[in-house]
């Protein structure tokens, strides 16, 4: 198996912070005649997620991740592997995460993220052959995430970021046969919004906020 370190697309600190608190459920593999991996699901519900929080006087560092999805997977395997991939989410399907927060008197620092997701699939693979074949189509109403926070007199840095996503695919592999065929529907409106306050922070000040319709990225490493 070749070590490579992984790049962003799901898995920025945002995206490792927030969706890692998931329950993803994984999907490995590892055997001589490969994998085989079919992956159905549909969201017709809503999925919510609420934080509030105030922290006043800490000694170490203050973190807060909220996160919300319809439909997610994650599959990781080591062997020739082909994959079918196909997500939907309805339209009467809400999804978004609210996550209100103040911080105060902070000996280190304070990391505040917030993700909104309708579908979500990475691939992650080390074979001779990977095939992939993906359907992503998000009808909900608002992937939509808040972010409202007052953050002060902190020693270290401070951090707000929050985001909302429609489709969000990400493939990487060493085969040297990595076929892929990937599409993506959005009908949904993605929002995030981050209202943040901060005074006295000793270290770097970081805030952002992104909404995007559909993001695909795909690795293919090289082979000696």
């Known amino acids: 198996m070749t070590t490579r370190l992984k790049t962003f697309s799901l898995r920025t600190l945002l995206t490792a912070a927030a969706i890692a608190a998931l329950p993803l459920g994984p999907a490995m593999a590892d055997g001589a005649m490969g994998s085989q991996i079919m992956n159905g699901q549909i969201n017709l519900q809503t999925n919510w997620s609420?934080?509030?929080?105030?922290?006043?006087?800490?000694?170490?560092?203050?973190?807060?991740?909220?996160?919300?999805?319809?439909?997610?997977?994650?599959?990781?395997?080591?062997?020739?592997?082909?994959?079918?991939?196909?997500?939907?989410?309805?339209?009467?399907?809400?999804?978004?995460?609210?996550?209100?927060m103040d911080a105060n008197n902070v000996w280190g620092s304070v990391g505040i993220s917030n993700q909104a997701v309708c579908n979500g699939a990475s691939v992650s693979t080390d074979p001779i052959l990977t095939q992939v074949n993906s359907y992503q189509e998000?009808?909900?109403?608002?992937?939509?995430?808040?972010?409202?926070?007052?953050?002060t007199n902190v020693a270290g840095n401070a951090v707000v970021q929050g985001s909302a996503l429609g489709n969000s695919f990400e493939a990487d592999?060493?085969?040297?046969?990595?076929p892929i065929v990937t599409k993506q529907i959005n009908?949904?409106?993605?929002?995030?919004?981050?209202?943040?306050?901060?005074?006295?922070?000793?270290?770097?000040?970081?805030?952002?906020?992104?909404?995007?319709?559909?993001?695909?990225?795909?690795?293919?490493?090289?082979?000696?």
């Open 50 to 100: 609420n934080l509030n929080g105030s922290v006043d006087t800490v000694g170490g560092d203050v973190v807060a991740q909220g996160a919300a999805a319809g439909n997610m997977v994650d599959i990781t395997t080591m062997n020739d592997t082909r994959v079918q991939n196909n997500q939907i989410v309805g339209p009467q399907a809400n999804i978004g995460s609210n996550v209100n």
């Open 138 to 151: 998000c009808n909900a109403r608002d992937p939509y995430s808040s972010i409202n926070t007052n953050i």
């Open 173 to 178: 592999s060493n085969a040297p046969n990595f």
């Open 187 to 224: 009908n949904s409106a993605s929002v995030s919004n981050v209202n943040a306050n901060m005074y006295n922070v000793g270290g770097s000040v970081g805030l952002s906020s992104s909404a995007i319709g559909n993001t695909a990225q795909i690795i293919h490493y090289g082979v000696n």
